[in-house]
């Protein structure tokens, strides 16, 4: 608890004008009992001031800094900043519009402390819900939070710009920053186990940190960056929402709903107008949501797993099937949503080529989907976890999608290829053997997925049951479809999240009666055919690693002097 402040004593006054300080009006300065006042060192002070506890031998430091309207938390360490200032009612970055999908505003996301990648997905992807539904409580909720203009105790400035109306949280550092302008930083965790920090160079406004990081030189513009997320090395970013564990330097951002463990490293990358996680794109991808008729609204949705390879491109509108492989230029809008697991390629005409099913072949799904888990910042820190985040690779969404391609191929099995060779569906292009050669993959892995779930009681899946209820993945969450209509009959925050909740503990009790009503012809099978056809899957998984390691072998062979 913060001690009783009190006005200056005259000889305290002369004391720190001695050392450098001055103030135009020194009656406005409160301190504590426990305010070392030899720590301040060349200080301004204006407006309302009160200082917490300074104690040298605990770190605290003040020196070489104008401060304006400012709160110092206990033991604070303040060195070399031009400014830090707090105008009255600034509300620190909560509340901040983020055009978040479609530039023009439509779509637009109001941050606030706490917000998860769930609620956020639903207040961008349906705007006329949010609108109608949520608004009056979303309003209320955003209210309720009145940042304190304050910097809190245990944390450090030092070397920085110009700070104004960034409230920053308890054992928080900020160093090197160029300029901050009305943001919010949020540590959670305790003490030196923090995940919020800013760094060199940062330039940003209009955001709220939230145990993520921000360094080395990135811009921010009209941003949430949240929990183990990390924006640096020049990285660029305005309107968009970074959730759990995303890494993102060098490129640019625009208006992008970056879920969970999005990943960015390289230089010329561009991702604007889309929804992602779990995706890695690589160097050069690039994404248009602009055809100069209506504006830069056209928006796209990269499924979970998505990776784009060097210099790919992808002209928005488009739907991009989970754990898909995007290479070449897509220019004709293309919805490959229900073939995950592919490789996407682009011909000479910008028309996209479907390979179903290939990326099952690799062994690098099963390292993401160990990977994922053991990289979660957010571990071992104590927070409260604001994104829900299922994991597993082979799940009800992407397994239901492989059930429905299965259907599709067989249906184009008997059509006619066209005069280039191609067999085509909704505008995309298929080889005939690829088709043939998807019906194997799918259905092994079906196998798989079914075989990590056994043993069931064949009586019980043998019954007449109910008709299999549908699944969404709501940005990293996955979930019937029947709690998605719970949770958009609500209307408060709280009551939202409270089933988000619900749905997050639940999933494997909802995952296993979904399989029980999906594939009861299945597990009425003997136990020794389906695991004989999840075999099949991992063998091909392991051949491809044992490939993998012989070309890694050879390569390492080359190098040798």
């Known amino acids: 608890m913060t001690d009783k402040y009190r006005n200056l004593k005259p000889e305290e006054i002369i004391r720190l004008e001695r050392q450098g300080c001055r103030s135009s009006d020194w009656s406005r300065v409160m301190i504590t009992d426990r305010t070392d006042l030899g720590v301040p060192l060349n200080v301004t002070f204006e407006s309302d001031i009160r200082i917490g506890a300074l104690e040298a031998d605990k770190g605290a430091m003040l020196e070489e800094v104008k401060l304006v309207n400012v709160t110092l938390g206990d033991n604070v360490a303040i060195e070399r900043t031009s400014l830090i200032e707090f105008e009255p009612g600034a509300r620190c970055g909560v509340g901040t519009e983020v055009g978040v999908l479609d530039e023009t505003g439509s779509r637009a996301v109001r941050i606030f402390p706490g917000l998860s990648a ?59 920053a160029a300029s901050l302008r009305n943001g919010l930083v949020i540590n959670n965790a305790a003490p030196d186990k923090g995940l919020a920090q800013i760094g ?42 970074f959730f759990a564990n995303c890494s993102l330097e060098n490129g640019e951002a625009c208006a992008l709903f970056a879920g969970p463990y999005t990943v960015s490293m390289h230089k010329s990358t561009l991702l604007i107008g889309c929804q992602t996680s779990f995706m890695n794109a690589g160097s ?5 949501n602009h055809m100069y008729k209506v504006g830069p609204v056209h928006c796209g949705i990269m499924e979970r797993g998505v990776k784009t390879s060097s210099g790919s491109y992808l002209m928005l509108g488009a739907k991009v099937g989970a754990f898909s492989l995007l290479m070449g230029q897509h220019k004709t809008h293309p919805d490959t949503s229900v073939f995950p697991f592919s490789y996407l390629f682009g011909d000479e005409r910008g028309a996209t080529v479907v390979t179903p099913g ?136 709280a009551g939202i999240e409270a089933l988000l909740d619900e749905a997050f503990r639940r999933y494997p009790e909802f995952e296993n ?11 009425c099978l003997e136990p020794d055919t389906i695991a004989e056809r999840s075999k099949e899957y991992d063998r091909m998984i392991d051949e491809d690693h044992n490939k993998t390691v012989r070309e890694l072998k050879a390569e390492s062979d080359m190098m040798r002097l």
Request: net charge neutral; hydrophobic share 40%; with cysteine.
């Open 284 to 288: 050069g991808t690039n994404q248009s």
């Open 118 to 176: 769930q609620l956020a997905t639903l207040m961008a992807r349906e705007p006329e819900w949010r609108d109608a539904v949520l608004k009056e409580d979303l309003d209320r909720h955003i209210d309720s939070f009145a940042p304190l203009h304050e910097i809190g105790a245990r944390s450090e400035i030092r070397h920085c710009g110009t700070i104004v109306n960034v409230s920053i949280g308890e054992n928080i550092s900020v160093r090197g």
């Open 513 to 523: 009666e979904w399989i029980k009503l999906k594939f009861k012809d299945y597990l």
């Open 358 to 493: 290939a990326m099952l072949r690799s062994c690098g799904l099963i390292r993401d989907e160990k990977k994922w888990p053991s990289r979660d910042r957010r571990k071992g820190k104590n927070i409260p976890m604001n994104d829900r985040i299922i994991y597993p690779v082979l799940n009800p969404v992407t397994v239901n999608a492989m059930v429905r391609a299965l259907d599709v191929i067989r249906s184009l099995q008997d059509k006619p290829l066209d005069v280039d060779r191609f067999v085509r569906y909704k505008g995309l292009k298929f080889m005939r053997s690829s088709l043939d050669k998807a019906i194997h993959l799918y259905e092994i892995a079906i196998f798989k997925y079914i075989s990590c779930h056994l043993p069931f009681d064949k009586a019980e899946c043998a019954s007449d049951a109910a008709e299999p209820f549908e699944w969404v993945d709501l940005a990293g969450l996955l979930m019937p479809r029947f709690m998605l209509k719970r949770i958009m009959e609500t209307d408060t925050v």
């Open 200 to 241: 060199a160079g940062v330039d940003a406004e209009n955001f709220i940190l939230e145990d993520g990081a921000v360094n080395s030189g990135a811009i921010v513009r009209n941003c949430y960056i949240g929990q183990g997320a990390a924006l640096e090395k020049g990285f660029t970013a305005h309107d968009s929402l």
